[in-house]
T-cell receptor
Framework: GDSVTQMEGPVTLSEEAFLTINCTYT??????LFWYVQYPGEGLQLLLK?????DKGSNKGFEATYRKETTSFHLEKGSVQVSDSAVYFC?????????????FGKGTKLTVNP | ETGVTQSPTHLIKTRGQQVTLRCSSQ?????VSWYQQALGQGPQFIFQ???????GRGNFPPRFSGLQFPNYSSELNVNALELDDSALYLC??????????????FGPGTRLTVL
């Protein structure tokens, strides 16, 4: 079945460091890929998405490129801030033309220290 | 534009009781999905409602049931509560229009504690 595997956390970085959170997926067909972020005590917010191979999603300095050949969607940011501290979830939606459920990874907790 | 709202924010129940959680979808959206997020885990898909009908279900027992109303708001009902049902319940709305999926937008969640 469809699944998402993402880098185990927690990840601790200093402010202005480079961030990479790895995400790989298994899916039949051509899924859409997402990164969601969850701040403490809150629900999920969409960070970025990509709907086809080689698409790059970007938002708030974060980027991820849909790599079909490596079935990956790694999240990157060149310079993290303390306010980026949160849990990051990689997810996919298999395009089946019907129920479009999201399949999530387990999440990666990021802490950025000043 | 009003976002996705959920009520209540927190809820405490005891084993064997029943609970109803509510969700109002974002304006213009016709689909509501429910997810269960256990502590330290990613959300797990419970089911989805489209045009008042169940449109897909995850690996959850029948005591998890739902409704969608003509205004696209939704309820999640859980009967015979178990300790393992303690979790954050997330509702997400989206627009299903016969093509590639639109983004799902999440509410803040309802934290359910079962004692």
């Amino acid at each position: 079945g469809d699944s998402v595997t993402q880098m185990e956390g927690p990840v601790t970085l200093s402010e202005e460091a480079f961030l990479t959170i790895n995400c790989t997926y298994t899916a039949t067909g051509y899924p859409s890929l997402f990164w969601y972020v969850q701040y403490p005590g809150e629900g999920l917010q969409l960070l970025l998405k990509a709907t086809k191979a080689d698409d790059k999603g970007s938002n708030k300095g974060f980027e991820a490129t849909y790599r079909k050949e490596t079935t990956s969607f790694h999240l990157e940011k060149g310079s993290v801030q303390v306010s980026d501290s949160a849990v990051y979830f990689c997810a996919l939606t298999p395009y089946q033309g019907g129920s479009e459920k999201l399949v999530f990874g387990k999440g990666t907790k990021l802490t950025v220290n000043p | 534009e009003t976002g996705v709202t959920q009520s209540p924010t927190h809820l405490i129940k005891t084993r064997g009781q029943q609970v109803t959680l509510r969700c109002s979808s974002q304006s213009g959206h016709n689909t509501v999905s429910w997810y269960q997020q256990a502590l330290g885990q990613g959300p797990q898909f419970i089911f989805q409602y489209y045009r008042e009908e169940e449109n897909g279900r995850g690996n959850f027992p029948p005591r998890f049931s739902g409704l969608q109303f003509p205004n696209y708001s939704s309820e999640l009902n859980v009967n015979a509560l178990e300790l393992d049902d303690s979790a954050l319940y997330l509702c997400a709305s989206s627009l299903l229009a016969g093509g590639p999926v639109d983004t799902q937008y999440f509410g803040p969640g309802t934290r359910l504690t079962v004692l």
